[in-house]
């Protein structure tokens, strides 16, 4: 009764007050009980900051929660698209009417596979017969899941839906663990990070599947997968004859890899993929017998048993590429929160540019060929595989703050494009020499100059007060002048076409979609457009397109040039990335997705991973 008594003195007014701060006081309380687990978890996984000089392997990767596909993705690394300016409305039709004709290319190569291959991996575009170098899969079907989303083909993606849903991946077949990856897995995983189809969840299932697949294949004392893959018997194809693979077999998965474990949440996809970036980094030069390798670059050819790099080139063509392209692209994926990859990509470019790349005197034109580790030597041949690179020398220009890298891929595509624009079909051969004798090494000092110039100047002298090319053109604005200007003029026999044929592949167009993006110079829209009616002119086929037999061949009839193959990559990139080099900036913008090496974007995150630093 007195406390009674006492409670009824106070005044209403207190009264409610006191009772309002007392719930506040249970409902703060209530809060930090529940989340002060999460809160010392959170505290006992931090690790010190991670400096450039570590070097570290991942014993978990998991993505941050809060990273969900429906939240838009604010990157910390710089922004690599520019700022466009207002197209005019003429410029908004020319482009439409070039995007328009693209998708309707597409759709005459996509018709001839359904009509007559489908669920085969290729169709033979004469014939009209299948071919199955991928298992037997459906790879064309696959591979063309992100180029009809990106393409807003909603009735053919919905029509493919079924069949892949009806995909047995568990064949009795010898697998390419490479292209499994980057065809198939990736083909899926990006389709189902860019539909909102209501079953495809479908998609995201079979590229599990194939990776658990695929999985023994990474069974090696190495950590690095068999070349090829049966995944009913388990029996590995041995390439040569030996346990070979290739530099860009073992490190172009990490990417497909890393999204499926944040998919899944399930680390061992992305364990085994990090594995092979933390072995080729630690990888002790000393133990290669046949010449020197230079840092940050590797041989094209490594035994899975033995993880010993076998005799081979070093290139970024064929066998190699891709591994230098995912270095810079798993540092973008990951938002630069792990330092090995730029690392590890910044140490092979510098050793790019000092060891292999040359420059053809009196043009701006570079060219990139092989190196031989026995002779210590670069060599003459370059291949259209290759030209990927000025793409990736462009991103990694904006991203890691190397001007002089963004003038070295316009010269290497300068290069890329004169294959194209001096042969009679607008198209490029498959693989080139330059006369080595007519070359100079590559110098940021003498870029641009002939011979007898660069003989009139003292070396020292021209070091000490000749302007490098990144001073001369740093400050040049890129220009909207779309006129191109006339075929550069080679002295005859300095380019020879080892390989004349022309295989619809999308390298230059890729590099040329990403340059675009990057400056805005609408002059490669123009030489996009340029290769786009020779593939029109010369690889169409009642049914789809043709490969090229002889690119300097010309005939009023094409089909007596062409090849009886259309490889699923033109569906997957090379008109993927001309309908992307003549679509709104905003259409798969390089600062919220990755593309992969088979061009199927995935989104950009940021990612928390955990490891063991080794010092």
Same mark, same amino acid.
């Given at each position: 009764?007195?406390?009674?008594?006492?409670? $009824?003195?106070?005044?209403?007014?207190?009264?409610?007050?006191?009772?309002?701060?007392?719930?506040?006081?249970?409902?703060?309380?209530? %809060?930090?009980?529940?989340?002060? /687990?999460?809160?010392?978890?959170?505290?006992?996984?931090?690790?010190?900051? &991670?400096?450039?000089?570590?070097?570290?392997?991942?014993?978990?990767?998991?993505?941050?929660?809060?990273?969900?596909?429906?939240?838009?993705?604010?990157?910390?690394?710089?922004?690599?698209?520019?700022?466009?300016?207002?197209?005019?409305?003429? *410029?908004?039709?020319?482009?439409? $009417?070039?995007?328009?004709?693209?998708?309707?290319?597409?759709?005459?190569?996509?018709?001839?596979?359904?009509?007559?291959?489908?669920?085969?991996?290729?169709?033979?575009?004469?014939?009209?017969?299948?071919?199955?170098?991928?298992?037997?899969?459906?790879?064309?079907?696959?591979?063309?899941?992100?180029?009809?989303?990106?393409?807003?083909?909603?009735?053919?993606?919905?029509?493919?839906?079924?069949?892949?849903?009806?995909?047995?991946?568990?064949?009795?077949?010898?697998?390419?663990?490479?292209?499994?990856?980057?065809?198939?897995?990736?083909?899926?995983? $990006?389709?189902?990070?860019?539909?909102?189809?209501?079953?495809?969840?479908?998609?995201?299932?079979?590229?599990?599947?194939?990776? &658990?697949?695929?999985?023994?294949?990474?069974?090696?004392?190495?950590?690095?997968?068999?070349?090829?893959?049966?995944?009913?018997?388990?029996?590995?194809?041995?390439? %040569?004859?030996?346990?070979?693979?290739?530099?860009?077999?073992?490190?172009?998965?990490?990417?497909?890899?890393?999204?499926?474990?944040?998919?899944?949440?399930?680390?061992?996809?992305?364990?085994?993929?990090?594995?092979?970036?933390?072995?080729?980094?630690?990888?002790?030069?000393?133990?290669?017998?046949?010449?020197?390798?230079?840092?940050?670059?590797?041989?094209?050819?490594?035994?899975?048993?033995?993880?010993?790099?076998?005799?081979?080139?070093?290139?970024?063509?064929?066998?190699?590429?891709?591994?230098?392209?995912?270095?810079?692209?798993?540092?973008?994926?990951?938002?630069?929160?792990? !330092?090995?990859?730029?690392?590890?990509?910044?140490?092979?470019?510098?050793?790019?540019?000092?060891?292999?790349?040359?420059?053809? !005197?009196?043009?701006?034109?570079?060219?990139?060929?092989?190196?031989?580790?026995?002779?210590?030597?670069?060599?003459?041949?370059?291949?259209?595989?290759?030209?990927?690179?000025?793409?990736?020398?462009?991103?990694?220009?904006?991203?890691?703050?190397?001007?002089?890298?963004?003038?070295?891929?316009?010269?290497?595509?300068?290069?890329?494009?004169?294959?194209?624009?001096?042969?009679?079909?607008?198209?490029?051969?498959?693989?080139?020499?330059?006369?080595?004798?007519?070359?100079?090494?590559?110098?940021?000092?003498?870029?641009?100059?002939?011979?007898?110039?660069?003989?009139?100047?003292?070396?020292?002298?021209? *070091?000490?007060?000749?302007?490098?090319?990144?001073?001369?053109?740093?400050?040049?604005?890129?220009?909207?002048?779309?006129?191109?200007?006339?075929?550069?003029?080679? !002295?005859?026999?300095?380019?020879?076409?080892?390989?004349?044929?022309?295989?619809?592949?999308?390298?230059?167009?890729?590099?040329?979609?990403?340059?675009?993006?990057?400056?805005?110079?609408?002059?490669?829209?123009?030489? /996009?457009?340029? &290769?786009?009616?020779?593939?029109?002119? %010369?690889?169409?086929? !009642?049914?789809?397109?043709? $490969?090229?037999?002889?690119?300097?061949?010309?005939?009023?009839?094409?089909?007596?040039?062409?090849?009886?193959?259309?490889?699923?990559?033109?569906?997957?990139?090379?008109?993927?990335?001309?309908?992307?080099?003549?679509?709104?900036?905003?259409?798969?913008?390089?600062?919220?997705?990755?593309?992969?090496?088979?061009?199927?974007?995935?989104?950009?995150?940021?990612?928390?991973?955990?490891?063991? &630093?080794?010092?």
């Amino acid at each position: 009764m007195s406390q009674q008594t006492l409670f $009824s003195k106070v005044p209403p007014r207190w009264r409610a007050t006191s009772v309002v701060f007392i719930c506040f006081l249970i409902i703060v309380s209530t %809060y930090h009980y529940k989340h002060s /687990g999460d809160d010392h978890t959170t505290t006992s996984r931090r690790q010190k900051p &991670i400096s450039s000089e570590d070097t570290y392997s991942a014993t978990s990767f998991k993505p941050k929660q809060d990273s969900g596909d429906n939240i838009r993705f604010q990157s910390q690394l710089p922004r690599i698209q520019t700022d466009f300016e207002a197209e005019t409305e003429e *410029e908004r039709q020319t482009r439409e $009417s070039r995007r328009e004709a693209v998708k309707a290319s597409f759709m005459h190569a996509w018709n001839g596979y359904k009509t007559y291959a489908m669920g085969a991996d290729e169709l033979r575009p004469l014939t009209n017969k299948t071919n199955n170098p991928f298992g037997g899969l459906g790879a064309t079907m696959i591979d063309s899941l992100s180029t009809m989303l990106i393409m807003d083909l909603d009735q053919e993606f919905q029509q493919v839906m079924p069949l892949v849903e009806q995909l047995n991946v568990h064949v009795n077949e010898s697998l390419s663990v490479f292209e499994t990856t980057i065809r198939y897995i990736g083909g899926l995983l $990006s389709a189902y990070e860019l539909s909102d189809h209501p079953e495809r969840g479908i998609l995201l299932r079979k590229a599990e599947e194939l990776a &658990i697949a695929l999985l023994p294949a990474f069974d090696t004392p190495s950590g690095i997968p068999y070349y090829k893959f049966n995944p009913i018997t388990e029996w590995h194809r041995l390439g %040569y004859e030996t346990y070979r693979t290739y530099l860009a077999d073992a490190a172009t998965i990490q990417l497909e890899f890393y999204t499926l474990s944040h998919h899944t949440e399930n680390p061992i996809y992305a364990e085994k993929a990090q594995a092979i970036t933390d072995f080729l980094e630690s990888y002790k030069r000393s133990d290669y017998k046949y010449g020197d390798i230079p840092l940050g670059l590797f041989p094209n050819e490594i035994n899975v048993i033995t993880g010993k790099f076998l005799y081979s080139s070093i290139g970024f063509g064929a066998m190699g590429d891709s591994a230098y392209e995912y270095f810079l692209k798993e540092l973008i994926f990951t938002d630069g929160q792990m !330092p090995q990859f730029s690392r590890m990509y910044t140490k092979a470019i510098d050793s790019m540019k000092a060891k292999m790349l040359v420059q053809i !005197p009196g043009t701006k034109m570079l060219h990139l060929p092989t190196f031989d580790t026995k002779r210590g030597k670069v060599e003459d041949t370059m291949d259209h595989l290759t030209c990927f690179v000025p793409g990736m020398l462009a991103m990694g220009s904006k991203l890691l703050n190397r001007p002089e890298d963004m003038m070295i891929a316009k010269g290497i595509l300068d290069t890329c494009i004169y294959m194209y624009r001096s042969s009679n079909t607008n198209l490029s051969p498959d693989v080139w020499t330059i006369d080595n004798d007519e070359f100079m090494p590559y110098s940021k000092y003498t870029f641009g100059k002939t011979k007898e110039e660069v003989s009139k100047l003292g070396a020292w002298w021209n *070091e000490l007060t000749g302007p490098a090319i990144t001073d001369q053109l740093a400050d040049v604005p890129n220009t909207k002048n779309r006129t191109l200007d006339a075929v550069a003029k080679l !002295p005859l026999g300095w380019v020879v076409s080892n390989d004349a044929r022309y295989l619809l592949r999308p390298e230059t167009l890729e590099s040329l979609f990403v340059l675009y993006r990057i400056t805005g110079d609408p002059r490669y829209q123009e030489y /996009g457009w340029e &290769i786009y009616q020779g593939i029109e002119n %010369y690889c169409k086929t !009642p049914s789809a397109y043709a $490969s090229v037999k002889n690119v300097h061949f010309y005939n009023k009839k094409p089909a007596l040039n062409q090849i009886d193959s259309m490889e699923t990559f033109l569906l997957a990139e090379t008109f993927k990335y001309l309908y992307l080099l003549f679509s709104p900036p905003n259409v798969i913008s390089l600062d919220e997705y990755v593309l992969n090496t088979e061009a199927h974007p995935l989104k950009r995150r940021s990612f928390k991973a955990q490891f063991n &630093i080794r010092h």
